[in-house]
């Protein structure tokens, strides 16, 4: 049945998109090329809107009536909602961080919550009464971190779609193949979306989609990886979700750094940094796959390492951090001090 609604929704979400395309154009919710952004002409930026009709087709037909789906329908809702406003007119980001606290809030509420992880020992870690904000915080900082990659043709659904196809298949491996479903519900309907939003694209997801996304994805870690007793469950979606966390970490040191807001915009994000690098546009978006599915594929090998192994694993995937953030300058281009010293040694 999980491939079966994977096909449906990806079929749904091709047939959507060109009418949501139309649609776009014609209530003015378009793209305006400037100096910050890569594209250079007019896009329809409503693109989020097949993903979740396509999404909600999935829902009616193939989740049970026995799941309490309340509190993710009713924050997802909130974050559609705010994320359409945006893409039509562009609102304040307080607007928009207001609306994602709202969706995160209700979310909480319903149930859904960071209340414990587990430790390499194999103890258990219980947050109390601090599950509700740390949740919020969750929700919020992936929901944003998505938001934030979307920034190249493909980009934003391209790493979407590889995080939730690993967060479905950790789901199946654990035995807990609701969150699984609806993990494929939603690749599904993003990568029918793909098809129309790959470079060169026909059309953007804008903030209705990025933000739908990012809230999915962060509710589904929740549901699905915090709380499953057999690993350091902590970790696990973390890495899944490496290349936006990585991003978005950044960004806000950069700023801070820099002395400036940290909703002030720039070209320092990874894909503006491997551009200027020399990469083409394609080029650029598949490097970004490429390293999103490593991290996918470290989670995997993480659920399955020993002690040592995952230790040894993590420390790999620090350096590896490390580097992308000193090649590409993610912070400044004269932060090296890795590659000095890889330098100093090879002298």
């Known amino acids: 049945m999980t491939i079966f609604a994977l096909v449906i929704t990806f079929i749904t979400s091709l047939i959507v998109t060109p009418f949501v395309k139309k649609i776009a154009f014609k209530i003015g919710a378009i793209d305006q090329p400037n100096n910050r952004k890569v594209h250079k002409q007019v896009m329809p930026r409503l693109g989020g809107l097949a993903i979740v009709i396509s999404f909600a087709t999935g ?13 993710i329908l009713v924050g997802a809702l909130f974050i559609v909602v705010i994320g359409t406003l945006d893409d039509i007119k562009e609102i304040s980001p307080r607007t928009k961080l207001a609306g994602q606290l709202l969706a995160a809030a209700v979310t909480v509420m319903g149930g859904i919550q960071i209340d414990y ?3 390499p020992s194999g103890e258990v870690l219980h947050f109390g009464y601090f599950a509700i904000p740390l949740t919020i915080i969750w929700i919020v900082g992936i929901t944003n971190a998505i938001n934030l990659i979307d920034g190249l043709d493909g980009l934003a659904a391209g790493v979407s779609s590889i995080a939730l196809l690993t967060i ?17 519900l939603v690749l599904g309907s993003t990568v029918g979306f793909l098809v129309y939003n790959f ?17 999915m994805i962060s509710v589904l870690a929740v549901m699905g990886l915090f709380k499953n007793v ?3 469950s902590l970790i696990i979606p973390i890495i899944i979700l490496g290349v936006p966390i990585i991003d978005t970490t950044f960004a806000i ?4 750094v820099q002395k400036r807001p940290l909703a002030a915009p720039d070209r320092l994000h990874l894909h ?6 020399g990469f083409t546009h394609r080029q650029t978006v598949i490097i970004i796959y490429t390293l999103s599915a490593l991290f996918g594929l470290a989670a995997l090998i993480f659920t399955r390492a020993t002690l040592w192994g995952s230790t040894l ?14 090649v590409t300058g993610l912070i400044s281009d004269k932060y090296r001090p890795l590659l000095h010293l890889i330098d100093g040694r090879k002298k």
């Open 59 to 71: 829902l009616i037909f193939f989740i049970p009536d026995t799941m309490n789906a309340w509190p």
């Open 117 to 119: 992880i587990t430790l």
């Open 168 to 184: 479905s298949g950790l789901a199946l491996s654990m035995g807990n193949p609701l969150i699984a479903l609806l993990s494929l």
């Open 199 to 215: 470079y060169p694209a026909k059309i953007f997801m804008g903030d209705s989609g990025s933000l739908f996304l990012g809230y």
């Open 230 to 232: 057999a690993m350091f």
């Open 253 to 256: 040191i950069r700023r801070i």
């Open 272 to 277: 503006h940094c491997l551009i200027k690098l």
């Open 313 to 326: 694993l993590l420390v790999a995937i620090l350096v590896l951090v490390e580097l992308i953030v000193e």
